[in-house]
């Protein structure tokens, strides 16, 4: 759906509305100018709505933190999420997976920043070092 300059420009400042100061959404916010916009229905509503949906989904995103390991920790990641609340901040949202095709270490994703220790990720890069 295209949407214009202004559209974009006021889904970006519904979207600063909803922030906390801590950079968290505020559920609440989000509700309230979602409603607004459905009842009030202003010029190109429909393209504002998609547009401050896509800025939540990123931001969900970029505060979601995924680990991965090849065999089971002991504390599900519980150790490895805490590190990261301290230096980064705390997540919205934490997901903890066993695969088991990493052969050993840790692949750690929190939002579009990936830390790959895996020894999987390591052999492919020996094998291409090789080529």
Do not use: H
């Amino acid at each position: 759906m295209k949407i214009d300059r202004q559209a974009r420009q006021k889904a970006k400042r519904y979207f600063r509305a909803c922030l906390r100061p801590d950079g968290s959404l505020d559920e609440q916010g989000i509700r309230d100018i979602i409603r607004l916009l459905i009842t009030e229905k202003p010029r190109n509503y429909m393209a504002l709505l998609a547009r401050l949906q896509r800025l939540i989904e990123l931001a969900i995103e970029e505060r979601t933190v995924r680990v991965e390991s090849a065999t089971p920790l002991a504390d599900r990641g519980a150790s490895v999420f805490t590190s990261l609340e301290q230096r980064f901040g705390p997540a919205s949202r934490t997901e903890y997976l066993e695969n088991p095709k990493l052969l050993g270490g840790l692949c750690i994703r929190r939002g579009s920043n990936i830390w790959d220790g895996s020894v999987s990720s390591r052999l492919e890069r020996l094998q291409q070092a090789f080529s």
